[in-house]
């Protein structure tokens, strides 16, 4: 079954403690994002990537890392989350920024 | 100024209404657009896609975009409750590049 999966779904955590959230697609797809939605603002894409070890800011980058050593992965780090960094995550693949997503289930990320 | 932006509603509607939904735009170098769904406690899912100006129908869903306007429509003709959800449109301008949503609508379909 064709999926992207994302873990933990849920994750509370405190500031300034180091977290990363997995991605993982089996669908060979080259692109890869990571959103964060929040109410009022919709998605909001933090980083893409075209393909393995190429990766560029969307547009709220700040805060964030990703690295992409293998196709089908692409892990958002947070390197001393804040609490506005409260928010749902959804990491999403396809084959260019112009054809379908397909998205994860979410991750929702509580800093306290 | 957003780049996409999209009333957030709710847009409530009784059962058998026509939906009309919309997201007007800033960037004319936009040329993929689209339109996805997003139940709640899901990730969105895609339901239109449209390349460049003009009109494109499936079932009961039609997309419109005006590239002269930056204005994207989304119509749902005769709207069942199953239709309640967020509506996000999403355009990006390449291939390789952002893609960027609007902050989505949300419909409330009453039976």
């Known amino acids: 079954e064709a999926q992207v999966t994302q873990n933990p779904r849920y994750l509370i955590t405190v500031t300034g403690k180091k977290l990363t959230v997995t991605c993982s697609q089996n669908?060979?797809?080259?692109?890869m994002s990571w959103y964060r939605q929040d109410p009022g603002l919709g998605l909001r894409q933090i980083y893409y990537s075209m393909n393995v070890e190429v990766t560029d800011k969307g547009d709220v980058p700040e805060g964030y890392k990703v690295s992409r050593k293998e196709k089908r992965n692409f892990p958002l780090i947070l390197e001393s989350p804040s609490p506005n960094q409260t928010s749902l995550y959804f990491c999403a693949s396809s084959l260019r920024a112009d054809t379908e997503a397909f998205f994860g289930q979410g991750t929702r990320l509580t800093v306290v | 100024q957003k780049e996409v932006e999209q009333d957030p509603g709710p847009l409530s509607v009784p059962e058998g209404a026509i939906v009309s939904l919309n997201c007007t735009y800033s960037?004319?170098?936009?040329?993929?657009f689209m339109w996805y769904r997003q139940y709640s406690r899901k990730g969105p899912e895609l339901l239109m896609y449209?390349?460049?100006?003009g009109n494109k129908e499936d079932g009961r869903f039609t997309a419109q975009v005006d590239k002269s306007s930056k204005y994207i429509s989304l119509f749902i003709r005769d709207s069942q409750p199953s239709d309640s959800a967020t509506y996000l449109c999403a355009m990006s301008a390449d291939s390789w590049g952002k893609l960027q949503f609007g902050a989505g609508t949300q419909v409330v379909v009453t039976p």
């Open positions: 960037n004319s170098a936009f040329q993929y």
């Open positions: 669908m060979n797809h080259e692109y």
């Open positions: 449209t390349y460049s100006s």
